[in-house]
Nanobody
Framework: QVQLVESGGGLVQAGGSLRLSCAAS????????MGWFRQAPGKEREFVAA????????YYADSVKGRFTISRDNAKNTVLLRMNSLKPEDTAVYYC?????????????????WGQGTQVTVSS
């Protein structure tokens, strides 16, 4: 099973930017479809973005489309989430996740491995 570690979270003002990174180890990242999810206090974990194994296809939640960009570098076993024009409602713990089987990229239940999460706080 692949191990995932997120980094890059922090406190930023509304309108600012952050770049989250997910470092994978244990198995080649190229075997996995990768996703980012987030969870705010008192809310369910929600889909943010996903990227196919070779990076050819990307998927975004409507709430982040046009502001966030997911990318991957399989040679470096890394997945990035660039977040621009951040809003207070983007405040959450952000999780990186990996799935090896086909199926919907939008549901957290389809992912086998998860990182520990990184906090993103956007102040107004």
């Amino acid at each position: 099973q692949v191990q995932l570690v997120e980094s890059g979270g922090g406190l930023v003002q509304a309108g600012g930017s952050l770049r989250l990174s997910c470092a994978a180890s244990g198995r080649p990242l190229s075997s996995y479809t990768m996703g980012w999810f987030r969870q705010a206090p008192g809310k369910e974990r929600e889909f943010v973005a996903a990227i196919s194994r070779n990076g050819a296809s990307t998927y975004y939640a409507d709430s982040v489309k046009g502001r966030f960009t997911i990318s991957r570098d399989n040679a470096k076993n890394t997945v990035l989430l660039r977040m621009n024009s951040l809003k207070p409602e983007d405040t959450a713990v952000y999780y990186c996740a990996a799935k090896i089987w086909s199926g919907s990229v939008y549901s957290p239940s389809g992912y086998e491995s998860w990182g520990q999460g990184t906090q993103v706080t956007v102040s107004s």
